[in-house]
């Protein structure tokens, strides 16, 4: 489902500890870095797509999390011509996201990444919510910015 301006929907995951860390998804067979993040489906809003995504991707549910907040409005990124082969045909120019910070509420043993049969990551980590980009492709680093920018709001104060 792309929009008129040529960007699929999509949610973004910013998952917190109670240290204010962040959760990085290593990407499968790649040094990339990234929060889980999925297309939303026909008929699914985004809460319910971010629940969805937080399942395939990190094996959590509902109950392993507490929302803190969202961005306001999408956010965009565009992806290089070279990365979308599969989907340039109808007009495709990247992503619009609505992103979620998290806190997770359960243990870090119920993070598992093999819920999926097409895992997204090999290995996970907690870092400090504002580290160095470097590791994110470099054309999602703008709106990493932007969303950890916005969200950071609604931290609480870290656990001691």
Same mark, same amino acid.
């Given at each position: 489902?792309?929009?008129?301006?040529?960007?699929?929907?999509?949610?973004g995951i910013i998952i917190t500890n109670d240290r204010n860390q962040v959760f990085w998804g290593k990407r499968v067979r790649q040094h990339a870095w990234q929060f889980p993040q999925g297309g939303i489906q026909h008929g699914e809003t985004p809460?319910?797509?971010?629940?969805?995504?937080? +399942? $395939?991707?990190? =094996?959590?549910?509902?109950?392993?999390?507490?929302?803190?907040?969202r961005t306001r409005d999408w956010m965009r990124y565009e992806v290089p011509k070279?990365?979308?082969? +599969? $989907?340039?045909? =109808?007009?495709y120019r990247g992503q619009k996201q609505i992103w979620f910070l998290l806190r997770l509420v359960g243990r870090d043993?119920?993070?598992?990444?093999?819920?999926?049969?097409?895992?997204e990551f090999d290995a996970w980590r907690w870092n400090d919510y504002w580290l160095d980009?470097?590791?994110v492709i470099e054309f999602k680093r703008e709106v990493y910015t932007k969303a950890l920018n916005e969200l950071v709001r609604y931290l609480p104060a870290p656990v001691k």
């Open positions: 489902m792309i929009d008129r301006d040529g960007y699929r929907p999509n949610v809460e319910q797509a971010m629940y969805r995504e937080l +399942r $395939e991707e990190v =094996g959590l549910v509902p109950e392993h999390v507490r929302i803190l907040g070279c990365w979308n082969k +599969r $989907e340039s045909h =109808g007009g043993c119920d993070v598992c990444l093999r819920v999926s049969s097409h895992p980009l470097d590791a």
